[in-house]
């Protein structure tokens, strides 16, 4: 019993250094996280803070898991409150819940896709789930281009060196075709690139208010591009 006490005492701290790292990620930023200054806000020494978490990368590596366990949780969500058959309709599910996602999440957001750091996006850990998540996307396609949903895909001319180099990405230890990494990486482009935006208020200060339209809008275009149906 006391070692069960312990271990829920030892998670209760963390879970409030990583309140205060959030903090600091709203304010100055994921680059600015300090663990100083943490353990100031905590009232404790730093050294005691290093019981922790060894270091600063291994308190943002944990951070990171955080933030891809609810973006992934999020993602999986939307594409099962469609039905199976209606591929289309999981992808614009998966899409528009990736952007609102990030827009209710902009620091869970930042320490995924706005920094850039071999430590963190290298960690297996991390890895496998950033995979699980991109693999959602990976899926819908290829079942897509198995059932004939996408109209593009016989127009599609992939060079073989591109090809070669998209055949030989693997998810999970599996391959698959270049055709389907194609569209999977154009359409996790596609939304990374609109959030971006969004993240960085580009959009907001043009649109106002209309920004959701905008995006459900640039989603559908998308979709009529690659010939989704």
């Known amino acids: 019993m006391n070692e069960l006490k ?30 100083g200054a943490i353990a100031r806000s905590m009232n404790i020494t730093t050294p005691a803070l290093y019981r922790y978490f060894d270091n600063r990368d291994h308190l943002i590596i944990a951070l ?20 199976k058959d209606d591929l289309a309709g999981q992808f614009r599910a998966l899409c528009m819940a ?18 850039s750091n071999s430590t963190y996006t ?7 789930i950033a995979d699980k998540c ?17 109209s593009s ?11 070669n180099r998209l055949e030989h990405i693997t998810h999970e230890g599996k391959a698959w075709p270049a055709l389907v990494m194609y569209l999977a990486l154009s359409s996790w482009s596609f939304i990374n690139g609109i959030t971006s ?26 979709m009529n591009s690659i010939g989704f149906s």
């Open 6 to 35: 312990r271990q829920a005492n030892q998670d209760s701290v963390k879970e409030e250094i990583k309140f205060y790292a959030w903090h600091q990620i709203a304010t100055v930023g994921i680059g600015s996280i300090s663990l």
């Open 64 to 83: 990171t898991q955080d933030a891809y366990s609810s973006f992934y949780s999020t993602l999986i969500a939307a594409r099962d409150s469609v039905a």
């Open 98 to 115: 990736y952007y609102f996602w990030a827009v209710d999440h902009p620091q869970l957001y930042q320490v995924i896709f706005g920094y």
């Open 122 to 128: 290298l960690n297996e850990a991390v890895g496998k």
């Open 134 to 150: 991109f693999l959602l996307v990976i899926e819908i396609m290829a079942q897509a281009c198995e059932a004939g949903r996408i």
């Open 153 to 163: 895909a016989a127009n599609l001319e992939i060079s073989t060196d591109l090809a």
């Open 197 to 222: 935006l969004e993240i960085s208020q580009k959009y907001s200060i043009m649109l106002a208010h209309q920004t959701r339209g905008f995006v459900q809008l640039e989603v559908e275009r998308y």
